[in-house]
């Protein structure tokens, strides 16, 4: 225990408490002394302030109420009564009791609290104006940001600051060590000779700074001189979306020039600084500190570029690209068919390789539209905060796999979707911070925005930890509404993919954020264009997830290819479940409806033959491929599986943009076109064509 | 070796200031309040000056002002210590010509940062 600080402060503090006794005697002797009470202020100042640093904070936060007192005592606000006087005398003692260590520490904390009490009462006015003395560690701080930044800082120090003890060296030495700084004087006000006062400081200063500090380190820098100082400090971007800054905008920009004047000039077409000079509108310096500024900036996106060594492209470029390869595909395919019949060996080898070469590169092409999704998920977060701030709910956006890559068109599009049910996880999912808290929750909410690659899929989940679905609700809704049967008994699931019917809403408010049941369709609508499928999870009183299943690329898929009477059409692979075949037996045994049994569950299916009103001799068997739509099994009955088929997309002409059914075309090797089906469009078309049959 | 004159009333602050800037290497000349303060500059030059700024006889305001008038110090950084009650207090102080201010109570490496800063 021997720190010589605090064993100096006990000493110390001994003479002083002596004083204040002394000292408080001889008040009650004469009340208006100024000197005797200017002398109790100074020794309770010292003993707070001494008292904090040897690390006596309870004495030195005691010491701090009784000096208040004293305050009001010697601004001629409070009258110095024996009441008074005794009051502080006890409180004199126990801060001797204090400092000595003497009694029970807990006791003495009750008596301390007891004191200040009676002591506060003697306040003029019973406003709260005491503040506890607090450490305050606003020199030491510590940071943690790893970006860096571009900072233009300006500073003119008042003339007379060397009298002031300042050297701005210290300064400009203390904002070089926080990053890459360059520094330009500005020396134009520096007078001739015989004006020149050598005790008034005429330069100024840019600099350029590129920290990762921050903005309160560089302010910090500043914080003695800033009464004295005209500062100014701006960030300046280097973002590789923008150019960087004409030298004539960065004087606007800075203020030193007006952008008329810049505009007259620039139409005058010579080397702009120059002109500007020759002008009188800025002075020499000022181009050459902004010349400084503009190569700095340049050198940070040139910096940038190189580290991740890339070139911006056209995406229209990209997608002519993506079309080529499409008819390569094409046009391999044709060759592997004709070299099949071939005995020729060498020919067959080429053809093996061409297809080879012609799988990678369809591989990298595709690669090249492949954007990470965090570019959108980031854009999520500014849309949280305001949405939260709107609903007065508290809420924090998590985000998970913002590195995963998809198709540029597909993530374009999946914005308005996300947006979407983001709103409606923070409006309807969410709770208020209340009820939250009411139902042992954390008051702040999350939502969680996940996305994964799983096979040729990605899934993006919005997931939140709010109140959930409501089931039965969602059950009596759906039968209001005559979307459901009164006495249908649907799974949970089921009954949770009701909210993405149009108009479907058990909101009982209407908010600007949502709540109208429009845009849930919308939502599936557009997932669906993009040949994905929207699933919901939800647990009552847990949350609820929605999670997007979308396929990869949207130019090419895997596709199944089948045939009906001769025609090709191609079903994309990821939805097929399972092919059985389908023999007369069977169909006889349904009587006439079209039900199949896959190991003991019936199946409807719709004969595409019939459906398609195609002729043509019926083959002895016929199949039926299993596929899921929207989490329902479907069979679609065909001629014959051909087999797996990489289909290259082709949209179908402004002509038959409406066809519903059918979603594209491909061309197959042979040179004959194959039509890709529409799945989820297909069975509802039957669906609907059977009702109007049985009505 | 740069020269330090820490003026204070109290001890402990001397003490411990003391302590911190002999650590980092610097000379330290000690003074117990303004009047001493001034009659000890005199005899000894420093490089720069820490002050209190509620002292007996002569405070730290009166110790800057004086200070500054002397020639040979019109330009040596200044530092007061004060407490956060004292704002008007450390807005006198700068205008008498204080460089800066650490708010009391204070850890040695926090006067070790100023002092490096503000000393060129």
Request: glycine residues 8%; proline residues 3%; negative net charge.
């Amino acid at each position: 225990m021997s720190d010589p600080v605090r064993d100096a402060f006990r000493e110390e503090s001994a003479e002083l408490l002596l004083d204040l006794e002394n000292g408080l005697l001889e008040l009650a002797e004469s009340q208006d002394d100024d000197e005797i009470i200017g002398r109790i202020f100074r020794i309770l100042h010292t003993i707070k302030g001494s008292g904090g640093m040897a690390g006596f904070e309870d004495v030195s936060a005691f010491a701090h109420e009784i000096e208040a007192i004293f305050e009001e005592v010697r601004n001629g606000h409070l009258e110095v009564s024996r009441e008074l006087l005794n009051q502080t005398l006890a409180a004199r003692d126990l801060l001797k009791a204090m400092i000595d260590d003497e009694g029970e520490s807990s006791l003495r904390q009750e008596e301390a609290r007891q004191l200040t009490e009676a002591l506060r009462t003697f306040f003029p006015q019973t406003n709260e104006t005491a503040i506890s003395a607090e450490v305050s560690d606003d020199v030491v701080e510590s940071r943690e940001e790893t970006t860096e930044r571009l900072y233009r800082i300006r500073f003119r120090l008042a003339p007379d600051i060397f009298c002031k003890g300042v050297n701005p060296l210290y300064l400009i030495r203390e904002l070089k060590q926080l990053g890459r700084c360059r520094v330009i004087a500005q020396v134009d006000e520096i007078p001739t000779l015989q004006e020149f006062d050598a005790e008034q400081c005429y330069v100024c200063w840019d600099l350029i700074l590129l920290t990762s500090a921050g903005l309160n380190a560089i302010r910090d820098v500043f914080i003695f001189v800033e009464d004295d100082c005209e500062l100014q400090i701006d960030e300046l971007s280097f973002d590789d979306d923008e150019d960087p800054n004409r030298l004539g905008e960065i004087l606007v920009e800075r203020g030193d020039l007006s952008s008329d004047d810049l505009q007259a000039v620039l139409s005058e077409r010579h080397k702009i600084g120059e002109l500007l000079v020759e002008k009188n509108l800025v002075s020499s310096s000022s181009v050459d500190s902004a010349l400084v500024e503009q190569e700095e900036v340049r050198l940070q996106q040139k910096r940038n570029s190189a580290g991740t060594s890339s070139i911006r492209v056209r995406s229209e470029k990209l997608d002519l690209l993506v079309d080529l390869i499409g008819e390569l595909v094409t046009v391999q395919a044709r060759l592997s068919q004709n070299v099949a019949g071939q005995t020729e060996s060498e020919l067959c080898n080429i053809s093996e390789e061409v297809e080879r070469l012609t799988w990678a590169l369809r591989d990298q092409v595709l690669n090249i539209r492949m954007l990470p999704i965090g570019t959108t998920f980031s854009k999520f977060k500014r849309l949280v905060h305001d949405l939260s701030q709107e609903l007065g709910k508290s809420v924090q956006l998590v985000t998970d796999g913002a590195e995963t890559e998809l198709d540029k068109t597909v993530i374009d599009r999946l914005h308005d979707p996300l947006v979407h049910l983001i709103r409606n996880c923070i409006d309807h999912g969410l709770e208020s911070p209340q009820q939250r808290q009411t139902a042992g929750k954390p008051s702040m909410g999350t939502v969680h925005l996940s996305a994964i690659h799983a096979g040729a899929y990605v899934i993006i989940k919005v997931e939140d930890d709010g109140i959930g679905l409501d089931a039965e609700a969602l059950r009596e809704k759906g039968i209001a509404m005559g979307l459901i049967p009164a006495n249908s008994e649907l799974g949970d699931k089921e009954l949770f993919s009701l909210i993405l019917q149009p108009g479907f809403s058990t909101a009982k408010s209407v908010t600007s954020v949502s709540g109208r049941g429009v845009g849930m369709d919308v939502v599936r609508q557009e997932v669906e264009s993009l040949r994905g499928t929207i699933e919901i999870e939800s647990r009552e009183g847990a949350g609820t997830c929605f999670s997007i299943k979308l396929p990869l690329t949207l130019a090419i898929i895997d596709g199944l290819l089948v045939n009906i009477g001769g025609d090709n059409f191609v079903m994309p692979l990821s939805a097929v479940e399972e092919c059985i075949e389908l023999d007369h037996r069977t169909v006889e045994k349904a009587h006439g409806r079209n039900l199949v049994h896959v190991r003991g569950e019936i199946v409807p299916y719709v004969r595409l033959r019939d459906f398609f009103e195609i002729h043509g001799p019926l083959p002895e068997l016929e199949q039926v491929v299993i596929v899921e739509v929207e989490g329902e099994r479907v069979g679609f009955a065909v001629d014959y599986v051909v087999g797996e088929h990489q289909t290259v997309i082709k949209a179908l002409g402004k002509l038959y943009r409406h066809l519903q059914g059918i979603s594209g075309a491909t061309i197959l090797g042979d040179g004959t076109v194959a039509l890709i089906l529409d799945l989820a469009g297909l069975s509802k078309l039957a669906e609907r064509e059977e009702k109007e049959l049985s009505a | 070796m740069k020269r330090i004159m820490t003026v204070d009333d109290s001890a402990t602050v001397r003490q411990m200031v003391g302590f911190t800037l002999k650590d980092a290497g610097y000379e330290v000349v000690e003074a117990e309040d303004g009047v001493d303060a001034l009659e000890k500059l005199k005899k000894t030059p420093v490089h720069m000056l820490i002050t209190d700024l509620n002292m007996p006889r002569l405070d730290g305001v009166g110790l800057i002002r004086e200070v500054r008038k002397d020639p040979a110090n019109r330009f040596i950084p200044i530092i007061m210590l004060t407490t956060e009650s004292q704002e008007s207090k450390k807005l006198e102080g700068k205008q008498a010509g204080a460089s800066g201010w650490i708010v009391k109570p204070f850890k040695p490496e926090q006067l070790l940062g100023v002092v490096k800063m503000v000393l060129v």
